[in-house]
T-cell receptor
Framework: GQNIDQPTEMTATEGAIVQINCTYQTSGFNGLFWYQQHAGEAPTFLSYNVLDGLEEKGRFSSFLSRSKGYSYLLLKELQMKDSASYLCAVMDSNYQLIWGAGTKLIIKP | GAVVSQHPSWVICKSGTSVKIECRSLDFQATTMFWYRQFPKQSLMLMATSNEGSKATYEQGVEKDKFLINHASLTLSTLTVTSAHPEDSSFYIC???????????FGPGTRLTVL
């Protein structure tokens, strides 16, 4: 079967760094997405990785290793507004999205 | 395994025809389902919130007469794109909220191409 695993919840301190991991097993691979979702809002696009390596975009970076079926989202200089759920999704060989259940990130002052 | 399914996965249709997309929650009863539209590498745009047994709530700018939503049961919501045009070509994603866990689960998406 196809599945995406990510931690259910993480807690971090304002100003610190946090890494949210995502492992996947899918039928084929056409890229991995990270989304941020605040409660009651639609998910917003953060990153898309299709090649191995690190993609940096401001305070957020996303890493992909296709051979390991592994990705992480790195958030630096955490702010209170970063408190949200972070969703990992993989597009399989049929261009269907396989979603992780999301990681709820709690930021403490 | 998947807890939300969509059917069909792909659909190609001619301009002017109507297309129905189904969204099913497989492991729970969803009183609320959501329909999104996504363009490549962009955020999901919420189109409407579908509540079982009542009318859907549409977001500003979404034509309710064009995008018909029916949430007839606790496990099924349908989105019908009426009189489809090429600009309606997009990736449509549904999600369902599990009321017990208050978790939102996303479907695999339906790729619509209007010729």
């Amino acid at each position: 079967g196809q599945n995406i695993d990510q931690p259910t919840e993480m807690t971090a301190t304002e100003g610190a760094i946090v890494q949210i991991n995502c492992t996947y097993q899918t039928s084929g691979f056409n890229g991995l997405f990270w989304y941020q979702q605040h409660a009651g809002e639609a998910p917003t696009f953060l990153s898309y990785n299709v090649l191995d390596g690190l993609e940096e975009k401001g305070r957020f970076s996303s890493f992909l290793s296709r051979s390991k079926g592994y990705s992480y989202l790195l958030l630096k200089e955490l702010q209170m507004k970063d408190s949200a759920s972070y969703l990992c999704a993989v597009m399989d060989s049929n261009y269907q999205l396989i979603w992780g259940a999301g990681t709820k990130l709690i930021i403490k002052p | 395994g998947a807890v939300v399914s969509q059917h069909p996965s792909w659909v190609i249709c001619k301009s002017g025809t109507s297309v129905k997309i189904e969204c099913r929650s497989l492991d729970f009863q969803a009183t609320t389902m959501f329909w999104y539209r996504q363009f490549p590498k962009q955020s999901l745009m919420l189109m409407a919130t579908s509540n079982e047994g009542s009318k859907a709530t549409y977001e500003q700018g979404v034509e309710k007469d064009k995008f018909l939503i029916n949430h007839a049961s606790l496990t099924l919501s349908t989105l019908t794109v009426t009189s489809a045009h090429p600009e309606d070509s997009s990736f449509y994603i549904c999600s369902a909220r599990d009321p017990d866990s208050d978790t939102q689960y996303f479907g695999p998406g339906t790729r619509l191409t209007v010729l």
